[in-house]
């Protein structure tokens, strides 16, 4: 898909293809359509990310609960999206052990209980073990640094899920 493209969108096409850059916030891509015309990936990207770091803390902490547990309920359940659902997929999370699994939910209840929100990160960065391992070491930072890292993640998704839409085969749109 081309920048020509991105821009002849109207707003409900638009919020249609890049409602999940950031998982299941689509008010921020219905936002980002308003700064049309963009020049390339970089400047659309921009949009995303400035109107996360303008949010007021609630609002940031609000995009992060957002976000599913990785390996969690959903997952089992059925009822990832589907960017969420490849992602967690590529970094072997859809098939764990059982002692993996238990493992990643009582960090995941652990961070959850310290932060307030969800453990963030980007999977398709990433596999197994690092995911463990990122997730005991973030369990010990303090609370103003994991906001700032998780939303870091949040944006490493986003990037990869716009790079997706847009460097993808014009075919597929
Ligand atoms: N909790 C969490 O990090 N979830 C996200 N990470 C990722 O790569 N996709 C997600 O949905």
Redesign the pocket.
Known sequence: MDMAKVNSMDFGEFVDVFGNVI?RCPLIAAAVWSQRPFSDLEELEKHFFAFIDALPQSGQEGILRC????A?REQQQGT??A??QR??SS?GLTSLGAEDRQRLAELNAQYRARFGF?????????DRAAVLRELARRLRCPPAHELRTALG?VKK?GH?RLADLLLSDPARL
């Open positions: 998982e976000h599913p547990d990785l969690g990832l999206t960017e969420s992602e967690q970094a969800p453990f963030v990160l980007a999977a398709r960065l990433s993640e998704i990869l």
